[in-house]
């Protein structure tokens, strides 16, 4: 899987000060299953997590809604997670 460059070093001071509050505070609107997820896909390089929140997040944190996702012009339909057999 091929990992993004580390965006920390790309973001002035501010700006990653910015974007950690702004982090904490959507993690608290998370549900408190999927808040792990989240903040593993916002804090490290990892595509799989991010992919997974990020369609999560879309459905309203309903797991079983990804599976049965018809937004097929999605760019991520064809990887969302849950649908592997």
Do not use: H
């Not at 309203?60 to 849950?82: D, H, M």
């Amino acid at each position: 899987m091929k990992t993004r460059p580390d965006l920390k070093q790309a973001e002035s001071p501010a700006m990653q000060a910015l974007r950690k509050q702004r982090i904490e505070n959507r993690v608290k609107e998370i549900p408190k299953k999927y808040r792990k997820l989240y903040k593993k896909a916002m804090e490290t390089n990892n595509e799989e997590a991010a992919i997974e929140a990020l369609c999560l997040e879309c459905i309203c944190w309903q797991k079983k809604e990804v599976v049965n996702c018809s937004y097929l012009t999605c760019p991520l339909f064809g990887v969302r997670p849950y649908t592997r057999n």
